[in-house]
């Protein structure tokens, strides 16, 4: 059983708009926050987004604010990434990860792939 499942990604041209979903099994998904991370090819690995267990607190790379937007559904075990006026600078494999502190295990997706080009 695979923690994570990130879904998704695809093709877009510049200015469109996708919506990136990580589905959780396994763990007690309401019990973590979870983030967005993305590594374009040759660069290392980036926080895009975060989001606390309730959904009420979330963060941001400069990079995507005002264009992309975190949340999550405890009830369904789900986070989202709504990402709109994509630039082709949003290239890159996109993963989520759960996170609990120190003591917890970690969880990461195993990626889905975002190419933005005409």
């Known amino acids: 059983q695979v923690p994570l499942v990130e879904s998704g990604g695809g093709l877009v041209q510049p200015g469109g708009s996708l919506r990136l979903s990580c589905a959780a099994s396994g763990f007690t998904f309401s019990s973590y926050a979870m983030s967005w991370y993305r590594q374009a090819p040759g660069k290392e690995r980036e926080l895009v987004a975060s989001?606390?267990?309730?959904?009420?607190?979330?963060n941001y790379a400069d990079s995507v604010k005002g264009r992309f937007t975190i949340s999550r559904d405890n009830a369904k075990n789900t986070v989202y990434l709504q990402m709109n006026s994509l630039k082709p600078e949003d290239t890159a494999v996109y993963y989520c990860?759960?996170?609990?502190?120190?003591?917890?295990?970690?969880?990461w997706g195993q990626g889905t792939q975002v190419t933005v080009s005409s």
């Open positions: 989001i606390n267990v309730l959904g009420g607190s979330t």
């Open positions: 990860k759960a996170d609990r502190g120190r003591i917890y295990r970690t969880y």
